[in-house]
Each structure stands twice: as structure tokens, then as C-alpha cells.
């Protein structure tokens, strides 16, 4: 079934399903993208945004492949079941997925904020990719940790008190982090993951980055500047506020979509 020239469907055993979305294009396109998704809280805030990336992609001849990891978003499972290792394996099915429903040649992945962590495990694990875009990366997972504690804990002092009945948890040893679980595990591979030192194999990398950002991984081949008034992944921004795709960074993911499709990438 096609939805306005994409097509969901499922990945995976039905046990572990995982949801999926291809924006494909007619023809036998050499390239071809997977859009791996960020983490917590900023998945849902980036839903609209990211599939209206995904589109735009898809309009420069880019088949582009979406998907929500394992215990996120309408894939299977819960936010209990999900850790670094578990995303590996999603980002092994989405590509293997994009691969066996298309002729591509080429295949770029564009990571968004944490998902760029997963891709550097990945990678090490024998991931295959020509090229990696970082979206506005996390660069060290423990100081994300740290500042995602902090704002969680701000958010919840600003929440209203409860209705008569109803418990309202003030307590952070509930395992969620900006309303959304945020189990042990997680938080330890979290703490101990970093891109600071690129990300261990050479494949070219490049970024879609603000205006003279505070750090960026070694090695970044080619970096797009995103428009001040993009929006932002900042932690201070509120949990329920979403992202659309403006015409300023309309115009960013068009400029890195005919670069992917056309360019030499090393």
C-alpha cells in the first residue's frame, strides 16, 4: 500500500517487528539513503520532520529508507528492550530492507542527534556504508546523559500537580528520562559511547551542523550549515514541541541530497 509515494511495512520476525517506511522512486537509482532515527524523547518531537526529509530525499531520485528502532515509536517491543546492541541489529535489517527493495549501488546513511552513536557500533560490527551524514551529532553520549538528566529533572519540577487520584512521579528512579524509559542498560552504553575520534572506518563522513558548532568528530569530509532559525534538538526545548521541515532547511536537505545522489564521496 502507498501512502502519497511512500510505503510503510514491517522488517523483522513478527516477534521483533520492526515499522519501516520506503519513499522509492521509478527507475533503477544507484543511490539510495537510511534515515536512522534519534533517541528518546527527540524521536517523536522529529517524526513529521524526518519523514518530510525522507520525502524530499525521494524527490531528487534518492530512495529513502525510514524506520523506528526496536521498543520505540510503532515498531515492536518497549523502551525496556532498548539498549545500543538492539539498535545495531534494526540498522542491519533497514538496510539489508532498502537493499533487497531497490537496485541501489550506493548507500548513504543520514544519522540524526544520538542515532549517530549506533552507527559508530554498527560500523565497528562490520556495518557496510558508503557514506555516514551526521545531523547535528551527539559527539560524547555521557555529557548527553548528563544534560538530559538535568533537564528531566526541570521538566519535572514545571509539571502541574495531579488530578485528585492520580500519582504523579517526581522520582527519576521511575527509569524514564524526558517521559520516555530510559533503562540501565541504555544509560551505561550511553556513558561509555563517543565520536569524538571519528568513527573507526573509513568511510567518508560528512555533517549537517549549525554555524560554528562547539565540536565535530575528526574526519568529517564535508559539513552543511543549517539556518539559525532551524529547529532546535536543544534538551531546554519543551518535550511536546515538534519539528517541520522549513523552507530554509528544505533548502539544506536539498543541497545534501543532489550532493549524495551526484558527488564523489571521498
Sequence with gaps: MSLGGWEPFWLGAPSRRLYAALHGVPGAPATGAVLVPPLLHELPRSRRFITEVASELAGLGLPTLRFDFHGTGDSAGTGE???????????????????????????????????????????????????????EPIIDGAAWLRELVESDARERALRPPPRAGVARSTDPADGQLMGFPAPSR???????ARIDQGLGRAVPVWAVVRKDPEALPTGIARTLSLPASAPSFSVGAAMDAAFFLTPQVREVVGKLGLAVREEAWA
Design 81 to 135: 528492550d532498548l539498549d545500543l546492541s538492539s539498535m545495531h541489529r534494526d540498522l542491519e535489517a533497514a538496510v539489508a530492507a532498502l537493499r533487497q527493495r531497490t537496485s541501489i549501488k550506493r548507500l548513504a546513511l543520514v544519522a540524526w542527534r544520538g542515532g549517530a552513536l549506533a552507527v559508530r557500533g554498527w560500523l565497528e560490527r562490520g556495518g557496510d556504508a558508503d557514506l555516514v551524514v551526521l545531523w
Design 186 to 192: 541504555l544509560r551505561v552504553e550511553l556513558g561509555e
